[in-house]
């Protein structure tokens, strides 16, 4: 299966201003030179800007317009992530010499403003969510929703259990919260943020972050499927770091994560079907979402 035309067309438009935004407007915010050079290469090495896109399809499903505020917001959560990409690959974590095909930053800048340039983007994301003209209510809810997702009750946690639980096989119940916290959490705010941000009918609230939370499971599936499948070239990043790590494929065996994606993404679109007919909004492009997921059969006889 391709991706879906109506995520190619989306990510056609959008993932170009996402870019676009970040390199305007990065650099007028950090005043340390060799800081601001460490935090831009980061942001701007690439990245397929899939939380921002959660975020901006959901309020394009509202109905909601995109106002200069709503997109500084929307790309705070870029500035998160990417701060969690550069922590995560320090020496004193997983120790990658190699994100979104370039260099990471430590090997560039160094162990030490690496992690500075980690702990600005984590901080500059929130300044991004209050340096605006949305409402305080708004605002309010979008820093409780983000500093959740991410830090102790989110993903924070989650890398905690993966450093922890390393060498010792956790169930399949324990994996779903480990991977549910690490990778999940930030997904399911992107598309918390959208609703925030679209003031979305109660009635929608619940079944939206069902989709969130069904796409960031399918995510992390999938991202540990393609550590074992994929390859450096096509990754931008090294492949095969997962042993001893509690990934799908390390407890299931390939096939078995191949069938626990499919019953996800099967699960996910059902939903989303459902509530297509029993709603007034069309769910078409949440669905596309879930075409980044090529689930290549080929693979799966390894
Ligand atoms: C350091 C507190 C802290 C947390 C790190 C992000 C993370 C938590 C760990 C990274 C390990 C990892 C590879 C997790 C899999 C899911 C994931 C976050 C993949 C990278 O996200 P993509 O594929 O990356 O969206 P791009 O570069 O496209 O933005």
């Known amino acids: 299966m391709s991706k879906d035309p109506r995520l190619a067309k989306f990510e056609s438009m959008y993932h170009p201003k996402i870019n676009q935004y970040l390199k305007d407007n990065l650099k007028k915010d950090v005043d340390q030179k060799t800081l601001n050079q460490a935090m831009n290469f980061s942001v701007l090495a690439g990245g397929k800007r899939l939380r921002p896109m959660l975020t901006l399809a959901t309020l394009k499903t509202l109905g909601a ?9 929307t790309c705070a959560l870029e500035l998160l992530h990417t701060y969690s990409l550069i922590h995560d690959d320090l020496p004193a974590m997983d120790d990658d010499g190699l994100r979104r095909h370039k260099p990471t930053s430590h090997a560039v800048f160094g162990a030490g403003m690496a992690t500075l340039a980690g702990d600005g983007l984590l901080t500059l994301a929130f300044q991004w969510l209050v340096d605006n003209s949305l409402s305080v209510d708004t605002k309010v809810k979008l820093v409780d929703g983000l500093s959740k ?10 890398q905690a259990s993966d450093i922890e639980f390393e060498d010792h096989q956790l169930p399949l119940s324990r994996l779903k919260v480990l991977h549910r916290h690490k990778t999940g959490a930030l997904i399911h705010y992107a598309v918390q943020a959208g609703l925030i941000m679209g003031h979305a009918k109660k009635e929608l609230v619940k079944p939206l972050l069902r989709f969130a939370d069904c796409f960031g499971l399918a995510f992390q599936i999938y991202d540990d499927i393609l550590d074992v499948v994929g390859s450096e070239v096509e990754l931008g990043k090294p492949v095969g770091q997962d042993s001893g790590k509690n ?11 191949y069938d626990q994606l ?11 079907d459902d509530l297509n007919r029993k709603s007034s909004i069309d769910t078409g492009l949440l669905k596309s979402f879930f075409s980044y997921f090529q689930v290549k059969r080929r693979n799966r006889r390894r």
Request: hydrophobic share 40%; glycine share 14%.
């Open 65 to 73: 317009k995109l106002t200069p505020a709503k997109m500084k917001a």
């Open 149 to 158: 997702a991410a830090g102790p009750s989110g993903m924070v946690s989650g």
């Open 247 to 257: 990934t799908y494929p390390n407890l299931l065996g390939l096939v078995g994560a």
């Open 262 to 272: 499919e019953a996800v993404l099967d699960h996910g679109r059902r939903d989303l």
